[in-house]
């Protein structure tokens, strides 16, 4: 009779457990841990976007560096030309594009931070915190994004003038401090990527609501806020309505100052497409000190969820 030892026992159940087991097919562990090489198909894809993408960045350089005439050609110019330092500083001498670029940062600039501080509050306080009415007050924010901006140009236009603002750049900032929009990003994010266990937690050990914001919320919410940032100054540097409405020539924003190339009888369209490559420099230079940084902050926040 032959008796099994205990000591066995235990590895004899392992090894069956393991033989009993399901076992995932064969090609999805060789590629676990692995990237997927992409075909020809796909490379072609990506191709034909990338050319679509830039062909009118590209057009734009063209006819900047041209004159009107080779421009409006039945044949137009397919390269760039040589008139490309004269047509860029036509413009900037005619528009006063110096005065008009350093108002556009600081309305960029100031939106963009009084937007991620506002919205990630309002964010947090909606996806975290507990108080009566926070269903109601989300469903009036999500509302305001039905609400055409054009309806409440008249009524800011005279509020902007009773406070003294006409003209001024607080009247093209203050309006757009906070928006529907990046309140219910911020809220949905948080929400996934903030654990009620942490902020207990952090309350465990004598944290008021401030340490919790500037020690846990700010840096889980870093990803989102980049990915804001970057939406919220494009859509301020590139804003043309209000800031037409609300700003004069004296005191104009990058894309009021362009619209001044075009406003003439016969306006020289190789000069208005050096004014608009200039307007494009500077959001190509922010995409490309933060692009990876954006990416980045993405995908690390997707790995953590």
């Known amino acids: 009779m032959t008796m099994t030892s205990p000591t066995n026992a235990p590895d004899v159940r392992v090894r069956q457990a393991a033989h009993s087991a399901p076992r995932k097919p ?11 090489k992409g075909g020809p ?13 830039i062909l009118p960045l590209y ?10 005439d080779e421009v409006l050609d039945t044949t137009p110019p397919f390269l760039p030309g040589g008139r490309l330092l004269h047509n860029l500083d036509a413009a900037w001498n005619q528009a006063h594009l110096g005065k008009a670029i350093v108002n ?15 919205c990630t509050l ?40 009773d406070i003294g603002w006409g003209g001024k750049l607080e009247s093209v900032i203050f309006p757009t401090l906070v928006s529907a929009f990046g ?25 008021n609501n401030f340490r919790v914001v500037l020690s846990i919320v700010l840096p889980v919410a870093r990803p989102a806020m980049m990915v804001l940032g970057m939406l ?49 420099l500077p959001l190509l230079v922010v995409f490309v000190i933060f692009g990876k940084r954006i990416v980045g902050g993405i995908m690390s926040g997707a790995v953590k969820g």
């Open 104 to 118: 556009s940062i600081v309305v960029s600039g100031c939106i963009t931070a009084a937007t991620l501080f506002f």
């Open 183 to 207: 309140v219910f990003f911020m809220r949905q994010y948080l929400s996934e990527a903030l654990p009620y266990e942490l902020i207990e937690a952090a309350k465990l050990d004598g944290a």
């Open 59 to 68: 057009w734009t350089l063209v006819a900047a560096s041209h004159t009107q």
């Open 232 to 280: 919220t100054f494009v859509q301020a540097w590139n804003d043309f309505f209000w800031p037409y409405l609300a700003l004069n020539q004296q005191n104009p924003t990058l894309q009021v100052a362009l619209g001044q190339l075009s406003a003439s009888y016969t306006p020289d369209q190789s000069i208005v497409m050096a004014g608009a490559l200039i307007s494009t």
């Open 41 to 53: 198909f796909a490379y072609l894809v990506l191709a034909v976007v990338g050319i679509v993408s």
């Open 26 to 36: 064969r090609r999805f562990r060789e590629r676990a841990g692995q990237q997927m």
């Open 122 to 161: 309002a964010g947090y306080a909606f996806a975290k915190m507990r108080f009566r009415g926070r269903g109601g007050l989300m469903t009036a924010v999500i509302a305001t994004l039905t609400i055409p901006p054009q309806l409440s140009v008249v009524p800011l236009f005279m509020m902007m003038a």
